[in-house]
């Protein structure tokens, strides 16, 4: 078998009983689906994401405690578009490719590890792992990008500090590499992998388990019901993201610290961390240049003193370390602290899986069955 039977051609190398949509279908077909999939699922669950980040990054913040309290107050004060989707576009930039990537090496892994007699869950497990590391170089700098801009909210936001002030996607990116280099994409990479490479590992392992039970719950000439097919997808990923919720709070901690003087209008108290980034500065531009900004330069509202607060008051981690980082926020802010915004995750997670999964395996089945040549076995979209 040659690449391109890989890519666009039926495997025929795995267990003899194994009719699944997945494993008689082209890599081509797996790949597409997937990131299908991944992008609309991310795309619905997109608000539900923004919540949850200012949940965890401002920890301390008394208006965004509670689900729908927070969802409320970040409509209200900064609207849908800036607010609720903020950084909507950079994790786009991010999800149809790395979903993509992801799939593609998932889907080589696992059907290798298991032509070669590895126990079903350890190669579920291991190809979850395989999958998210080779997507990574994909989808961290988005995620960086969608984490500062979600946590940013509008420009020149009046409600909240956070310490960012980028006008949109282009130039939160022009402004990272320009003042903190290129590099900065991929601040927080091993708090990111060390968040998803258990979370994709788990997902995976459950959602074949759960799937596989499902499946016996059906008779042989009838497909999966619409109810089972999404309680298969929102079980894995509700009880994966429920897991590794910690990991999450110290990732977005690091990607989103701030390490300058948070000194504006109220905040003289906040201590100055002792390794400013010079990334984190506040460029706000008129139609004529760009001026450069501290902090305590910038407009905003003094009408309501106590919104603005931001993240004056968060413990910092100043630590790159997962341990470290877990061990501090435990300490300072206890189990709650850990758990912070576990509530949007498990919903997050659960949808996002649910809508994912469903909707991969809708596509695929769909491209198998218009688009593979019966003579051939060779999917037609292949480009000759």
Request: glycine share 8%; with cysteine.
């Amino acid at each position: 078998m040659d690449w391109t039977d890989w890519m666009f051609g039926r495997w025929r190398n795995g267990p003899d009983n194994d009719q699944s949509e997945t494993h008689r279908s082209p890599l081509f077909h797996v790949m597409l689906a997937g990131g299908i999939g991944g992008a609309v699922g991310d795309s619905v669950m997109h608000s539900l994401d923004t919540v949850k980040t200012r949940q965890q990054a401002a920890s301390t913040e008394l208006r965004y405690q509670g689900m729908f309290r927070a969802y409320a107050t970040i409509t209200s004060q900064e609207g849908l578009a800036r607010g609720l989707y903020g950084g909507y576009s950079a994790a786009m930039l991010g999800s149809f490719p790395g979903t993509t990537l992801f799939f593609a090496f998932y889907e080589l892994s696992k059907r290798f590890l298991i032509a070669k007699n590895c126990p079903e869950t350890i190669a579920h497990l291991t190809a979850g792992v395989i999958g998210d590391l080779a997507s990574s170089v994909i989808y961290v700098p988005s995620e960086v990008l969608k984490t500062r801009l979600q946590l940013q909210g509008r420009h020149n936001n009046p409600y909240f500090y956070s310490g960012y002030n980028y006008r949109g996607l282009i130039d939160a990116t022009a402004t990272i590499i320009r003042t903190e280099g290129f590099g900065a994409l991929f601040f927080g990479y091993k708090a990111t992998l060390a968040r998803d490479l258990p979370f994709s590992a788990l997902q995976f392992a459950f959602y074949e388990k759960f799937h596989a039970y499902a499946a016996s719950l059906v008779p042989a000439d009838q497909s999966m019901p619409l109810h089972l097919e999404l309680l298969t997808g929102a079980a894995a990923g509700g009880l994966a993201g429920t897991m590794t919720t910690p990991l999450d709070v110290v990732k977005t901690r690091v990607q989103t610290e701030v390490r300058v003087p948070l000194e504006s209008h109220q905040l003289h108290s906040s201590p100055q961390p002792a390794h400013p980034l010079s990334g984190d500065e506040h460029v706000i531009r008129n139609s004529k240049k760009a001026i450069t900004n501290p902090p305590n330069k910038r407009s905003v509202n003094t009408s309501t003193p106590a919104s603005v607060s931001g993240l004056a008051n968060r413990p910092k981690l100043q630590t790159n370390s997962i341990i470290k980082g877990l061990v501090m926020i435990a300490k300072s802010e206890g189990i709650f602290g850990l758990f912070a915004g576990v509530a949007p995750r498990f919903v997050w997670t659960s949808i996002q899986t649910s809508v994912m999964l469903f909707l991969y395996q809708v596509v695929l089945k769909r491209l198998n069955d218009n688009f593979i040549d019966p003579k051939t076995g060779r999917t037609r979209l292949a480009p000759w």
